[in-house]
């Protein structure tokens, strides 16, 4: 891990070199979504607390999403009717700061938007209800995210710890559906979950600056948009800097402090590590 990490520089100054055709792509893909996933659970996050201390009526309640327009950052709690009505409207602005949130709990009809967001959500719900790809865990949550870009809809379920000072990586998964809201595929995007502890949680006393997790081929060769959601929505907390996903083929590197995302071929860091050990090996002379 320590020598990963004195290699940061080096891997900027070459990432070129390289670098396959498409890396640009999938990195300015992944992160878009990634980005996307993270600002609806960001929503959901504080405006789930917003919307349960001031409202009084939980029996009414048939569940919440999230979604970005331009008026801000919506969490939307929706009744248990057949056909849902909007109980609550929590909206933020790309702080996400609680103090100058947009509270509403009149109750109206769904937008277009909200509606179809609505039933992709429901149905969601449904199929995951009694499916054995989809697992649970005590003290964890599965997390919900419709996306509807065009015709393409789609439903992220992401694993959400009950605790603080824990980060949890997979059992995470990606519904595809079609206009009328069937299931086109599901897909379970890690084999397993992992836990890492950040801060008094961790126990150690001290703080780590970089973290990591490796996939496997069937996961694929890349970090995928619910782990950079879940980097962007507990980095600050955990204080990394870094975090390395690692495949078959490559390493993926996610600057916590920046947002960025860097990918390099499994070659092209060997050869920066023979580099260094040259550079070290020399410098001992």
């Keep these: ?23 640009d792509r999938i990195n300015d893909s992944l992160v878009e979504e990634g980005l996307h996933l993270y600002k ?8 789930t607390d917003i919307f349960r201390e001031q409202y009084k009526g939980e029996k009414k309640i048939g569940g919440y999403f999230s979604y970005s327009d331009k008026e801000g950052n919506k969490c ?38 909200e509606r179809d967001l609505c039933m992709l959500r429901m ?17 964890m949550n599965l997390n919900l995210i419709p996306l ?10 992401l694993t959400g710890p009950e605790e603080t000072g824990v980060v949890v990586f997979g059992n995470d998964y990606l519904l595809t559906f079609d206009g009328d809201n069937a299931i086109k595929s599901k897909k379970q995007l890690h084999r397993n979950i992992l836990t890492i502890n950040y801060g008094e949680a961790a126990g150690k006393g001290q703080e ?40 078959a083929h490559y390493y993926c590197i996610w600057n916590c402090e920046t947002d960025k995302l860097f990918i390099l071929t499994k070659e092209a860091m060997e050869r920066i590590n023979e580099d260094q050990e040259q550079k070290h090996g020399r410098s001992k002379h």
Excluded at 41 to 47: F, P, V
Excluded at 123 to 139: E, M, R
């Design 1 to 23: 891990m320590k020598k990963l990490a004195g290699l940061i520089i080096s891997l900027m100054a070459v990432s070129s070199s390289f670098s396959q055709v498409d890396t």
């Design 40 to 47: 609806s659970e960001m929503a959901s996050w504080y405006g």
């Design 76 to 113: 939307i709690f929706f009744s248990k009717e057949d056909t849902p009505r909007i109980l609550g409207t929590i909206v933020f602005d790309d702080t996400y700061n609680v103090q100058t949130a947009k509270a509403s709990l009149e109750e109206r009809e769904l937008t277009g938007v």
């Design 123 to 139: 149905a969601a719900s449904k199929a995951i209800n009694g499916d054995t790809l989809f697992k649970s865990y005590q003290h």
């Design 148 to 157: 509807i870009s065009g015709d393409e809809k789609k439903v992220y379920v």
């Design 208 to 247: 780590v600056e970089a973290s990591m997790h490796s996939h496997s081929p069937e996961t694929g060769d890349f970090i995928t948009a619910t782990d950079i959601c879940t980097l962007m929505l507990y980095e600050k907390y955990a204080k990394w800097k870094r975090h390395y996903v690692v495949s």
